[in-house]
């Protein structure tokens, strides 16, 4: 539950979105806190990519209202979004294949001032430095995703979006990336994460929301997994 | 007299030269296409038209407003690449979304647009432009005669097409054009304007066809037909190249005019359709292109 | 539509009143066009519109129908008015054989140009057959003993139809146009309402998902292109026997082009559309004769206009209308 005085950084309020003709996002609410770590968690399909795809302007109609520090931005091209200072990591993860490892981690434009150093960077994810020449496309599974969440802590973002960071990885690199991202929390970084493993989000999430049919329908604080019976009902949630 | 393969070798290899040099137009026209087409998906029809804008340009800054040669490669493909982003920013946004087939029809619209009122202005025969001072005259190599000129425009497009590749595969800007080929979407949720790119893109494209054009009016007569029929014949270039890579459309550019110049030299009835051919062989054994990644 | 409810039953009183105007209207057109050798609104246009609307209408079932946009169509037109022309004019055939040689060349062109386009999808399709359109074009330019180069087959002689009938007589000419180009119309519309037309709409639609529901995509592809260019084959034989003519612009690509707008501007994947389309092309064509370049720049315009802002045609827009 939020603490009165803890400021959001994104509030979603009946947030609607449409692919063409069909309806993906039937009235999101809830909101984020600055500095946790957020996740939406909910079956296949139940509107979770769609979600962060809104607040990232990439769906193709949007209603309702999407206040980022204050500002609505349901409005709002990609770009701007990006430039307020959200950043996105796509379920492909979206590493190019025509880019070197090096290009790819210098792509995304420096919005604002504080983003991390390409040092820094290379500290969190030692692999990327040894890498930097090969071609995008040619590192492994795990590689990519660093890649991918590494690119976007160099443009002075503070949000940021990461869907199913963990998908296809093996177990080690699964808590690589979530040691990686609770430094991120360290460093100030808000995270908003979209994940189908729970456990891997039980380890680092403060906040879980359940997605059903583009709609929030339930949500748990970290305190409250503590409880079996929650998690009974979370099971319950996330069941084919 | 030397004879090459039963040749004159005069004549063979001044139809080399002359297959060099049609290849120089090739490469600049085909590399214009396929950078337009990576970042855009629009085949741009009005390609040919905006190369014979360049070269009428050139005619016209001569006639009416005493603007030499060289002042003409510096001004007119910038002033055509602006008409280019206009086109861009008016027209081809609109249909963005539409399947890529209206693209093409689109700028089919507008080259016929364009050539119908140069057509309309300026009558359908050709238009003398005088080969500059400086670039008059030819060398005497021996084996051939080098017209100076034709040497200048070989040179000229294969620095300018060497350049471009180099920006392209090698720097950071080329890295967005690159990315941006790939995932339009993800590069502008990156916080790059790529509307804005796109729109300067479509820009760079139309500024080769008309450096192209500037470069053509020594040697070819300025006329208004002088883009369409061109452009077919690029068409057949970048199938046979396959439009993912810059590289090969510009050495297929090269590569096919001098294809066409052998063909003349040995079997002249065929000159004017062996690339045609060529493209039909291309498509039975290898149809996405000698280069091609876009399947 | 029986429905107890005043309203409705005005509304649907009222829809059937809209529906019974446009077949009113089509019946009527039909009914001018059985009576214009005798009325006299110049015979000679009507046939050569009907010849285009023939032209249009097949490649309409390619555009339109299965969404390939063939940008060569003028190669199959052409082949068949060269074939024709040629066979009428130095061979001693009555013109229903020419017709039908005529037919077969572009049958066959368009069977090899087909299967090479087919090699390729989306937008290189449509350079693939402009390219190939071109080829056979500078075929025709060099092989100027048999197409007659830059004067083109003239005096085509019309002969005898069967060996019976003489179709210099204005009427015979004209029934006999008439008669072949309803005859090609009406082939269009069975392919379109049979399972061939469903499989080809199935393709334009969603190409994978017809692929996966088991269609033989590629084979009903070159189908639709063969038959599509027999048909454009069929208004080019029989255009070269009402205008006597057979020339390098029957083969040239800015007649693919006139074909496209034609379409377009008449009603993508609609049947009447590329008639209506060929009328008013046909018709703004001659009326423009004596402006020249004009008629290029004017083209350009309306192209431009109707794939901005006019993409369903006229026909299409009357279709829609329709539906409300």
């Known amino acids: 539950m939020t603490p009165a005085n803890a400021p959001s950084i994104l509030e979603v309020r009946d947030l609607q979105a449409w692919y063409g003709e069909s309806k993906v996002l039937h009235g999101m609410n809830f909101s984020v806190n600055k500095g946790e770590i957020a996740t939406l968690i909910g079956r296949n399909g139940a509107g979770k990519t769609s979600t962060l795809r809104s607040i990232m302007g990439l769906v193709g109609k949007r209603t309702g209202h999407l206040y980022f520090e204050g500002h609505d931005i349901v409005t709002y091209s990609p770009d701007e979004v990006a430039r307020k200072g959200v950043a996105y990591c796509p379920e492909e993860r979206g590493i190019f294949a025509s880019l070197s490892v090096h290009e790819n981690l210098l792509l995304p434009p420096i919005i604002k001032p504080g983003g991390m150093s390409i040092d820094a960077i290379h500290q969190l994810f030692p692999n990327l430095l040894e890498r930097r020449n090969s071609q995008g496309t040619k590192l492994s599974g795990g590689e990519q995703q660093m890649l991918a969440i590494a690119r976007i802590l160099r443009t002075g973002a503070h949000f940021l979006l990461l869907d199913e960071p963990t998908e296809g990885l093996a177990p080690v690199i699964v808590q690589q990336i979530a040691f990686a991202i609770q430094q991120l929390k360290k460093l100030d970084f808000t995270v908003l994460l979209v994940e189908q493993n729970f456990n891997f989000a039980s380890q680092i999430s403060d906040h879980f929301y359940v997605v059903e049919q583009g709609a929030v329908v339930d949500q748990f604080s970290r305190k409250d997994i503590e409880d079996p019976k929650v998690l009974d009902q979370i099971d319950k949630y996330l069941s084919v | 007299m030397t004879e090459i393969f039963g040749i004159p070798s005069q004549a063979f290899y001044g139809q080399l030269f002359i297959g060099l040099i049609n290849g120089s137009f090739y490469a600049l026209l085909s590399l214009g296409l396929a950078i337009i087409f990576g970042l855009l998906n629009v085949i741009n029809f009005a390609h040919g038209a905006q190369y014979m804008m360049g070269a009428f340009c050139a005619w016209l800054a001569l006639k009416f407003l005493d603007l030499n040669y060289w002042a003409a490669l510096v001004v007119v493909p910038v002033l055509v690449a602006f008409t280019g982003m206009f086109i861009e920013w008016f027209f081809l946004r609109k249909i963005k979304k539409l399947d890529p087939v209206y693209g093409l029809l689109l700028t089919f619209g507008l080259a016929l647009l364009i050539e119908g009122a140069f057509r309309q202005g300026f009558g359908v025969s050709g238009l003398p432009y005088a080969i500059p001072e400086a670039l008059q005259g030819r060398r005497n190599l021996g084996f051939m005669f080098l017209p100076n000129y034709r040497l200048w425009v070989i040179c000229v497009s294969v620095v300018v097409c060497l350049v471009t590749w180099l920006v392209i595969e090698k720097t950071k800007l080329g890295s967005y054009l690159r990315a941006a080929t790939e995932n339009p979407s993800l590069v502008q949720a990156f916080g790059v304007r790529v509307p804005r790119m796109m729109t300067l893109t479509y820009g760079v494209g139309v500024l080769l066809a008309a450096f192209a054009g500037v470069m053509a009016a020594p040697i070819y007569q300025v006329s208004s037909s002088m883009g369409t029929n061109t452009i077919i014949v690029v068409f057949a270039v970048v199938v046979i190249g396959g439009m993912g890579s810059i590289g090969g459309a510009i050495f297929s550019g090269y590569a096919l005019g001098l294809a066409e110049g052998m063909t003349k030299v040995f079997y002249p009835q065929a000159s004017t359709t062996v690339i045609f051919l060529i493209m039909a062989l291309v498509l039975m054994v290898k149809p996405s292109g000698l280069f091609g990644k876009k399947s | ?324």
């Open chain 3, 1 to 324: 539509m029986s429905d107890s409810s005043a309203e409705t039953s005005k509304l649907s009183h009222d829809v059937k009143g809209a529906i019974d105007g446009v077949h009113v209207l089509i019946a009527a057109l039909l009914l001018l066009l059985l009576i214009v050798p005798f009325v006299g609104i110049y015979p000679i246009f009507v046939m050569k519109a009907l010849c285009f609307a023939l032209l249009a209408a097949s490649f309409n079932l390619l555009f339109g129908y299965t969404g390939l946009l063939s940008f060569g169509h003028a190669a199959f037109f052409g082949t068949a008015s060269y074939i024709t022309a040629h066979t009428l004019k130095f061979w001693a055939i009555t013109p229903e054989v020419a017709l039908i040689f005529g037919t077969a060349a572009a049958t066959l062109v368009g069977w090899i140009i087909g299967a090479l386009a087919i090699r390729r999808q989306g937008i290189y399709f449509a350079m693939v057959t402009l390219a190939l359109a071109q080829l056979l074009f500078f075929f025709y330019v060099q092989a100027s003993d048999f197409s007659g180069g830059e004067d083109g087959i003239q005096a085509v002689p019309r002969g005898r139809l069967f060996g019976l009938i003489n179709l210099e007589n204005p009427y015979a000419i004209y029934y006999f146009v008439m008669a072949i180009c309803m005859l090609g119309f009406f082939v269009i519309y069975r392919a379109v309402n049979s399972p061939f037309g469903h499989a080809l709409k199935a393709i334009r639609e969603n190409e994978p998902r017809a692929i996966s529901l088991g269609y033989k995509v590629n084979r009903i592809k070159l189908l639709a292109f063969t038959l599509s260019a027999a048909l454009a084959g069929v208004a080019g034989a029989t255009k070269a026997i009402v205008l006597q003519l057979a020339t390098l612009n029957d083969v040239y690509w800015g007649l693919s082009g006139e074909i496209i707008l034609m379409t377009l501007i008449g009603g993508l994947g609609t049947l009447l559309g590329p008639i209506l389309g060929a009328f008013i092309m046909v018709g703004l064509s001659s009326y423009l004769a004596s402006l020249g370049s004009w008629m290029t720049l004017i083209q350009g315009a309306i192209f431009v206009i109707c794939v901005l802002s006019f993409r369903r045609g006229i026909w299409g827009w009357v279709e829609d209308w329709r539906r409300k």
